[in-house]
Nanobody, 116 residues
Framework: QVQLVESGGGLVQPGGSLRLSCAAS????????MHWYRQAPGKERELVAS????????TYAESVKGRFTISRDNAKKTVYLQMNSLKPEDTAVYYC?????????WGQGTQVTVSS
């Protein structure tokens, strides 16, 4: 059974940092791209960052380039999202996702709130 469990969210002041983690189980983790998405209230879910199976390919949304870093530890079956220089507009629920067929796998999400 595939499981994705996010952690690390919370309340942080503008300019602060958080590191999100997503622990995976139930599939061959290193064989899959992993993605971080976010969804702010009243907005559509958006792709934030992606990483290939062994980390050689990483892509980012323009809005987070230079501030966020995606990484993974295949031995721990965990993908991370290091978020620096956080802004109020980064406030959202953050989800990790593993693409699969016929359905993608999603975690339950972790809330990130950036506010003074």
């Amino acid at each position: 059974q595939v499981q994705l469990v996010e952690s690390g969210g919370g309340l942080v002041q503008p300019g602060g940092s958080l590191r999100l983690s997503c622990a995976a189980s139930g599939f061959t983790f290193s064989s899959y791209f992993m993605h971080w998405y976010r969804q702010a209230p009243g907005k559509e879910r958006e792709l934030v960052a992606s990483i290939s199976g062994f980390g050689s390919v990483r892509t980012y949304a323009e809005s987070v380039k230079g501030r966020f870093t995606i990484s993974r530890d295949n031995a721990k079956k965990t993908v991370y999202l290091q978020m620096n220089s956080l802004k109020p507009e980064d406030t959202a629920v953050y989800y990790c996702m593993c693409p699969s067929s016929p359905l993608d796998y999603w975690g339950q999400g972790t809330q990130v709130t950036v506010s003074s």
